[in-house]
């Protein structure tokens, strides 16, 4: 059995800190469970890169403190703020945010180690599952009402299984550990360097320590051959600790001491979204193989739109958005040759220079700005940061309008529709081939790429080709990511 770890700052000295702080107030109080809930703010984060707030927050769900605590859990807390270890923004919406919390300045350090030794503690983290549920996974649950085989879908995924249980995915945790503590050390200093994410009401930026953090833990999650794999029940995206590991960090695993590849699907989501644009895939009326809507099982698993007619104008919006794509310059037919080519983020980059003077250097900083454009509320457009969003919508009125109507019932539909769309053709279509045509070779999923051995990238490229074409109506393209350890010396 794997040994159990709590990760904790590694200038906490918990047994002087009790020392000095004497308990008298908590029945049956348990010191590994004081340790759990520091440890939690490493571990939420490392199995949700985009949880914490800008300053750091982590949100700690209180059911599943008083899970794994018991009904206690609340005078630990409050013994942990008393005590100046951590400190919360006491800040919490039932059912929609829970309450924040983070390390005291003090105490923002890098992280150290410490053996769990409560039974019960070992017990339950010895069941490879999740340790804390995403707080998505919390608020967003299917309804009770959804008739769906779970397990019937699980078996779609155990191909991938197969191989995180085989060993031979292995992590230069030296080198993954260096560049992650560099890393942190510029954003520190310069605030220019921060990243950020998307959310419905805007930009959402992300605080450099709980980045370090959930990175380290998810570096040792490697490490030590702690993958749990499972898919969620919103959109059946398969997370692991490789899915949630950050893509730099990721140059420094290897199979058996063989390189892998990963083979992306290229601005996926605006090509994925193809799908969405054709009445054809609601009406369930395409052709020649192409995806229709019915076929996924979980595609309606929870509400999208909010009434028959909500669904219906939907429809006729798309219908009459596909009289544009036949003549050459008009909008669709323009935005499909964008995302064919693979070049929709760059041509996007120019446009927002050209129309609003937003010069970035590299696609990939596009892509959050292209994500504000389509993910985010309809109410956004009015804000100052919305201009992109904006211009997609005076480019792209028609295609724009469809969006927002898809959003209408709730900002998060559009990207659950089109992560579904994705997990249905990734498991459903490319791994269930390749796992027949290659029962020997070593495949694992990011979400809307795979993974292989470098060497059998042509094959599974072809693959996805095929059957992304066959989907969606057309082929799209593709590019591939060898991973390399000297992409992240260059850093360290």
């Given at each position: 059995?794997?040994?159990q770890?709590?990760?904790?700052?590694?200038?906490?000295d918990?047994?002087?800190?009790?020392?000095?702080?004497?308990?008298?107030?908590?029945?049956?109080?348990?010191?590994?469970?004081?340790?759990?809930?520091?440890?939690?703010?490493?571990?939420?984060?490392?199995?949700?890169?985009?949880?914490?707030?800008?300053?750091?927050?982590?949100?700690?769900?209180?059911?599943?403190?008083?899970?794994?605590?018991g009904?206690?859990?609340?005078?630990?807390?409050?013994?942990?703020?008393?005590?100046?270890?951590?400190?919360?923004?006491?800040?919490?919406?039932?059912?929609?945010?829970?309450?924040?919390?983070?390390?005291?300045?003090?105490?923002?350090?890098?992280?150290?180690?410490?053996?769990?030794?409560?039974?019960?503690?070992?017990k339950?983290?010895?069941?490879?599952?999740?340790?804390?549920?995403?707080e998505?996974?919390?608020?967003?649950?299917?309804?009770?009402?959804?008739?769906?085989?779970?397990?019937?879908?699980?078996?779609?995924?155990?191909?991938?299984?197969?191989?995180?249980?085989?060993?031979?995915?292995?992590?230069?945790?030296?080198?993954?550990?260096?560049?992650?503590?560099?890393?942190?050390?510029?954003?520190k200093?310069?605030?220019?360097?921060?990243?950020?994410?998307?959310?419905?009401?805007?930009?959402?930026?992300?605080?450099?320590?709980?980045?370090?953090?959930?990175?380290?833990?998810?570096?040792?999650?490697?490490?030590?051959?702690?993958?749990?794999?499972?898919?969620?029940?919103?959109?059946?995206?398969?997370?692991?600790?490789?899915?949630?590991?950050?893509?730099?960090?990721r140059?420094?695993?290897?199979?058996?001491?063989?390189?892998?590849?990963?083979?992306?699907?290229?601005?996926?989501?605006?090509?994925?979204?193809?799908?969405?644009?054709?009445?054809?895939?609601?009406?369930?009326?395409?052709?020649?193989?192409?995806?229709?809507?019915?076929?996924?099982?979980?595609?309606?698993?929870?509400?999208?739109?909010?009434?028959?007619?909500?669904?219906?104008?939907?429809?006729?919006?798309?219908?009459?958005?596909?009289?544009?794509?036949?003549k050459?310059?008009?909008?669709?037919?323009?935005?499909?040759?964008?995302?064919?080519?693979?070049?929709?983020?760059?041509?996007?980059?120019?446009?927002?220079?050209?129309?609003?003077?937003?010069?970035?250097?590299?696609?990939?900083?596009?892509?959050?700005?292209?994500?504000?454009?389509?993910?985010?509320?309809?109410?956004?457009?009015?804000?100052?940061?919305?201009?992109?969003?904006?211009?997609?919508?005076?480019?792209?009125?028609?295609?724009?309008?469809?969006?927002?109507?898809?959003?209408?019932?709730?900002?998060?539909?559009?990207?659950?529709?089109?992560?579904?769309?994705?997990?249905?053709?990734?498991?459903?279509?490319?791994?269930?081939r390749?796992?027949?045509?290659?029962?020997?070779?070593?495949?694992?999923t990011?979400?809307d790429?795979?993974?292989?051995?470098?060497?059998?990238?042509?094959?599974?490229?072809?693959?996805?080709?095929?059957e992304?074409?066959?989907?969606?109506?057309?082929?799209?393209?593709?590019?591939?990511?060898?991973?390399?350890?000297?992409?992240?010396?260059?850093?360290?």
């Amino acid at each position: 059995m794997t040994r159990q770890l709590f990760y904790i700052p590694e200038n906490i000295d918990i047994d002087d800190i009790l020392r000095k702080n004497p308990i008298n107030h908590i029945v049956g109080f348990n010191r590994d469970k004081l340790l759990y809930i520091l440890h939690l703010l490493a571990e939420i984060p490392s199995n949700n890169k985009d949880l914490t707030n800008e300053d750091g927050y982590v949100p700690i769900n209180a059911e599943i403190l008083k899970q794994w605590i018991g009904k206690g859990y609340s005078d630990y807390l409050t013994y942990l703020q008393e005590a100046g270890i951590i400190e919360s923004d006491n800040h919490f919406i039932t059912g929609i945010k829970s309450r924040g919390y983070r390390f005291c300045a003090k105490y923002q350090q890098p992280l150290k180690s410490i053996p769990v030794t409560n039974l019960t503690l070992l017990k339950k983290m010895a069941n490879n599952r999740q340790v804390e549920k995403d707080e998505d996974e919390i608020i967003a649950k299917p309804t009770a009402s959804s008739k769906i085989d779970l397990s019937t879908i699980a078996r779609k995924y155990k191909p991938i299984e197969k191989w995180y249980q085989s060993g031979g995915l292995k992590i230069n945790d030296k080198l993954a550990h260096a560049y992650n503590a560099e890393i942190y050390l510029q954003k520190k200093k310069d605030r220019s360097k921060w990243d950020k994410t998307i959310v419905s009401k805007g930009i959402k930026w992300k605080n450099p320590y709980a980045q370090y953090l959930g990175t380290h833990l998810n570096i040792e999650k490697l490490r030590r051959g702690l993958f749990n794999p499972h898919f969620d029940q919103n959109v059946f995206r398969y997370h692991s600790a490789l899915t949630s590991c950050k893509r730099e960090i990721r140059n420094a695993i290897n199979y058996d001491g063989e390189q892998l590849v990963a083979i992306d699907l290229s601005n996926s989501q605006p090509t994925l979204l193809t799908l969405l644009l054709d009445d054809e895939f609601w009406t369930n009326e395409a052709k020649g193989g192409k995806l229709n809507s019915s076929v996924i099982p979980y595609l309606f698993i929870t509400p999208i739109f909010s009434n028959h007619n909500s669904f219906t104008n939907s429809i006729t919006l798309c219908k009459n958005a596909q009289n544009n794509r036949i003549k050459e310059g008009d909008e669709m037919w323009n935005y499909y040759r964008m995302v064919s080519s693979g070049n929709f983020y760059s041509e996007f980059r120019q446009l927002l220079k050209d129309k609003l003077g937003l010069d970035f250097i590299t696609n990939e900083e596009v892509k959050p700005i292209l994500f504000t454009v389509l993910f985010t509320d309809n109410r956004f457009i009015g804000q100052e940061e919305a201009a992109p969003k904006r211009l997609f919508r005076d480019i792209f009125p028609k295609i724009y309008e469809i969006t927002a109507s898809i959003k209408r019932a709730k900002a998060e539909n559009l990207p659950i529709l089109l992560q579904r769309v994705e997990s249905y053709i990734m498991y459903y279509r490319i791994v269930v081939r390749i796992t027949q045509e290659r029962p020997y070779l070593p495949i694992f999923t990011l979400h809307d790429s795979v993974v292989t051995l470098k060497g059998y990238e042509d094959y599974v490229e072809n693959v996805m080709k095929e059957e992304f074409g066959n989907c969606l109506g057309f082929s799209p393209h593709f590019k591939k990511d060898y991973w390399h350890g000297d992409k992240l010396k260059l850093v360290v």
